[in-house]
Nanobody
Framework: RVQLVESGGCSVQAGGSLRLSCVGS????????MGWFRQAPGESRERVTF????????YYADSVKGRFTISQDNAKNTVYLQMNSLKPEDTAMYYC??????????????????WGQGTQVTVSS
């Protein structure tokens, strides 16, 4: 059974920082596209950032470029999301996701099938 467990979400003030973690289990693939989506109330789920676990190549949504950094520890099957200079518009449920057996090149949102339970990030003004 594939499991993705997020942690690290909490309430912070604007300008603060937070680090989220996603620990994966139940799979053996070493080449994956792994990353984060987020969903605010009344909004659709949107991509935030991805990393190709085999190559380290990353993608960032324009809204988070320069503020968020994705990283990985493959030995721990863990992906991190370092969030700096947080804004109220970053408030959302953050979900970890994975696509097996591929890099992130050309990835489509609809291809993701496995998701974590989500961790809530709330940024107050």
């Amino acid at each position: 059974r594939v499991q993705l467990v997020e942690s690290g979400g909490c309430s912070v003030q604007a300008g603060g920082s937070l680090r989220l973690s996603c620990v994966g289990s139940g799979y053996t693939d070493s080449t994956n596209c792994m990353g984060w989506f987020r969903q605010a109330p009344g909004e659709s789920r949107e991509r935030v950032t991805f990393i190709s676990t085999a190559t380290g190549s990353t993608y960032y949504a324009d809204s988070v470029k320069g503020r968020f950094t994705i990283s990985q520890d493959n030995a721990k099957n863990t992906v991190y999301l370092q969030m700096n200079s947080l804004k109220p518009e970053d408030t959302a449920m953050y979900y970890c996701t994975i696509q097996f057996g591929r890099t992130c090149y050309g990835v489509s949102d609809g291809d993701f099938r496995d998701w974590g339970q989500g961790t809530q990030v709330t940024v107050s003004s």
